[in-house]
């Protein structure tokens, strides 16, 4: 799609390539240890680079034509996925969202918080959920999905995943009174939901 090319092309020539190339490798090696993939503090890099370059790698590392060499990742066991406060793009969210099914199709908990996504990652997001049958926790705190993007929230929850969401968070997400209402009572239809924060 055009999300994932617009994101895709001259990786190699992002600021500091090498040095986020080095770090995201390195998570990968912990997480054969643990299952998650984890960025939850500034790096000192641009979130839209380490984004980028973390999908990217992510793929390369995890794709069927790599699993007899030393540095294959399983996909099956990336579990989670934390990658907050990084003020990750909306446009480099959509796209890192676009990839989830490619390199961790196991997902159990997706952590985005702390970043700048809205309608275009959530929608993104809506599009991705039948991708991912084993996500069961949403976390996007402090982001900007508004009304219009909790309502694509919302929606693609009640058709994909009503029976198996535990935890849902989107507080801090300019949601206004009407938004809020709404998580309310679509929370009902959730029937194993145990957390969920959509203050302001």
């Given at each position: 799609?055009?999300?994932?090319?617009?994101?895709?092309?001259?990786?190699?020539?992002?600021?500091?390539?090498?040095?986020?190339?080095?770090?995201?490798?390195?998570?990968?090696?912990?997480?054969?240890?643990?299952?998650?993939?984890?960025?939850?503090?500034?790096?000192?890099?641009?979130?839209?680079?380490?984004?980028?370059?973390?999908?990217?790698?992510?793929?390369?590392?995890?794709?069927?034509?790599?699993?007899?060499?030393?540095d294959h990742l399983p996909s099956s066991c990336i579990t989670s996925v934390v990658f907050t406060d990084q003020q990750m793009?909306?446009?480099?969210?959509?796209?890192?969202?676009?990839?989830?099914?490619?390199?961790?199709?196991?997902?159990?908990?997706?952590?985005?918080?702390?970043?700048?996504?809205?309608?275009?990652?959530?929608?993104?997001?809506?599009?991705?959920?039948?991708?991912?049958?084993?996500?069961?926790?949403?976390?996007?705190?402090?982001?900007n999905l508004g009304l219009e993007g909790a309502r694509v929230l919302v929606s693609a929850l009640e058709e994909h995943l009503f029976d198996r969401l535990v935890t849902l968070m989107v507080?801090?997400?300019?949601?206004?009174?009407?938004?809020?209402?709404?998580?309310?009572?679509?929370?009902?239809?959730?029937?194993?939901?145990?957390?969920?924060?959509?203050?302001?």
């Open positions: 799609s055009s999300i994932m090319s617009a994101n895709t092309n001259n990786i190699s020539s992002i600021p500091h390539y090498d040095e986020l190339q080095q770090r995201c490798a390195a998570e990968i090696v912990q997480c054969r240890d643990d299952g998650i993939i984890e960025f939850n503090s500034p790096t000192g890099y641009r979130g839209d680079d380490l984004a980028r370059v973390l999908a990217h790698t992510l793929t390369q590392h995890t794709s069927p034509d790599r699993q007899h060499q030393h793009s909306d446009e480099v969210g959509a796209h890192f969202i676009q990839t989830l099914p490619l390199w961790c199709p196991n997902l159990h908990i997706l952590n985005l918080s702390g970043n700048q996504l809205s309608l275009l990652s959530v929608t993104e997001l809506a599009r991705t959920l039948p991708s991912l049958p084993s996500l069961n926790e949403i976390i996007l705190n402090y982001n507080a801090s997400n300019d949601l206004g009174a009407e938004g809020v209402k709404m998580m309310q009572e679509a929370s009902h239809s959730f029937l194993k939901l145990k957390t969920l924060d959509i203050c302001k």
